[in-house]
């Protein structure tokens, strides 16, 4: 790997402006501060936006500096920033993704600037990258651009990771730019959530609205594997540690617990915003005073606000919420000496945090809806004995820190109990459930997270390379008509449809044709050749079309064999019972989807929709599929989508173990294998290390070569049998 090329909507250095004069600060954030020291130790370079709209002379002052830090700034125009940040980010992607569907805003506007802010993000990454480079693209203000970036550079090697929540697929098929979303982000080989309930709803949208399946997160598109998985993050576990004994950091703790006294502390720390439930957790606190009077003067809640996004509406209309709750509480059970509530509406710097974090008893990280949290991650991190967390189980953070007292926010009963729970928490409990969270957060921290995602980016780069099947060149078709013309024993499986014979609207209407029947028969004329056709179609049709040829005949995707002339043979017991519950499903689709019909075959049932209109026919496959897999859970069936087809058929069954059958009949000097969907990759695997395997059509697989169409696998075929009767000369040269 080269550099560390990070891409992400802000720089870990900010600019602001006064009288004139630009400042250069740290940017804040947890993205910003966690990935800070990894890209310096990758000897990286960091793209982004700077914060800030300029012109001129001002963005070459900007850039100079920016440079100089190792940082590459996409500067952005004023109405940029209006309708890509503050409009299509802030006011369509988040609210929608945190399922506050009732805020989102969907307008053309915002998705056009969206579009081409990502696309100058393109073009800045595109000025800086050198071949060996790795691009990770970070968060949702830029889905779009791994696939911008995979149009100009094909080879690239592009991770992103997704730092919000990914919502379910009933909230994310609201917005109307779906698809364009998940496109933009199958651009990259890799793609990270925080948790594994956010890959699933990904991987769910990606199955319904692009028909694209996985195996065990593992996407096989047209082009290439993609890979996603969860990434927790965590944070810089060392610089909150070592913040401790930092002399400005004991000088606030002495003060702050001056302050408080003998008081209980409790505290939250969150930016200003909808998501983070800061009026459930006021209103939970009220109740909590309200049932445990005997807390009254003893507890301050120390609750701080970082402003954000101050000019939204939502903003404003939350900011006044909160003071009124905070101004109802103090009012109702402060007194001369007491205020219930510390309010701070302003970023601390880093010693006061980490003060705080110190000193607090408790801290209550309730959000309604948080990606990940890394608050609730810092306060265990500066704890060296008791103190508590209360954690909302809507945090990413929850599925780590399950000693935390878990709570719903939106219980306030529940958060109240958890108030009580924590204040009355033994001291061996608190210092108990600290350890077993501290090690971990020790253990898997920023730079663990960093590494960690970045090899397995490499190693699906790697597995790219292993399941992209290379065209069939002419120095490999020679090669292999040589080892083809010097075995003395060679095995031929052949799929059908699609692979020997072009695909027809009709399947009835797909019978071989006469030259594809004398090809077989010079083939199977060679008593050195053994041939296997393996289709999905029926055994009664696989019987009249190919009962005058002495080759191995395989249905139903290997539920029936049939050996040379011999009788078929069931490879295991089948059921077929099941074809009741699911035949009037298919009914309904049959009839939801005009040019679409039922296939029935002994085990299994197809429905074809090769003549329906495509766009209408993608939709319902997905939607049919969907509901069949929820369906034949325990019912030990399998849902195979071929080409146009979704097929149900019994678990078990399948061409590879079919295959098997004939593998190991003898030690072949020669085999090959040919197919053209996924329900062949079952036989492309089963195949010995050495085999020919050939994919009909583009797209990763794991066969090793790939042809354009059938009549490509009937050329190769034809010379197959041209060299059984001696009329070719293979090149001896190019071994």
Known sequence: MGRLILVSNRLPLSITKRKGKLNFKPSVGGLATGLSSLYKRKNGLWVGWPGLALKGEEREVARAKLESERCHPVFLTQQEIEQYYHGFCNKTIWPLFHYFTQYVVYSKEFWGSYKKVNEKFRDAVLEVLKREDVIWVHDYHLMLLPKLLREEVPEACIGFFLHIPFPSYEVFRLLPWRKELLLGMLGADLIGFHTYDYAQHFLNSVRRILGYEHTLGQINTEERVVKVDAFPMGIDYARFSKALKSPSVRREV?????????????LSIDRLDYTKGIPLRLEAFDLFLEKNPKYLEDVVYILVAVPSRSRVEHYIQLKKRIDELVGQINGKYGTLGWTPIWYLYRFLPFHTLVALYRIADVAMVTPLRDGMNLISKEFVATKRGKGVLILSEMAGAAKELGEAL?????NLDEVAEALKEALSMP?????????IMKRR???YDVLKWGREFLG????????????LAKELSGRERERMLRKYSRAKSRLLLLDYDGTLIPFSEKPEDAKPDRELIEILKGLSSDERNEIVVISGRDRDSLELWFSELDIGLVAEHGAWIREGKGMWEMVEPLRSDWKDTIRPILELYVDRTPGSFIEEKEFSLVWHYRKADPELGRVRASELKDNLLHLTVNLNLRVLEGSKVIEIKNVGVDKGKAAQRWI?????????????????????????????????????SSAKFNVDSPFEVRKLLREFTELTKGRVSVKEQGT
């Open 427 to 435: 001291e061996r409990e608190q210092i108990r459930r600290n350890v």
């Open 456 to 467: 397995r980016l490499s190693y699906v780069k790697e597995l790219q390379k292993g399941l």
């Open 254 to 266: 002495n003060r702050l617990k001056r302050k408080a006294g003998k008081k209980k502390v409790i």
């Open 664 to 700: 190991r009949k003898r030690r072949w000097g020669f085999i090959l294998a040919a197919g053209d969907d996924w329900t062949d990759e079952d036989l492309f695997s089963s195949l010995p290390e050495w085999a020919y395997s050939i994919k009909v059509g583009k797209g990763s």
């Open 406 to 410: 878990i709570v719903n926010p939106n």
């Open 441 to 443: 957060i020790r253990r």
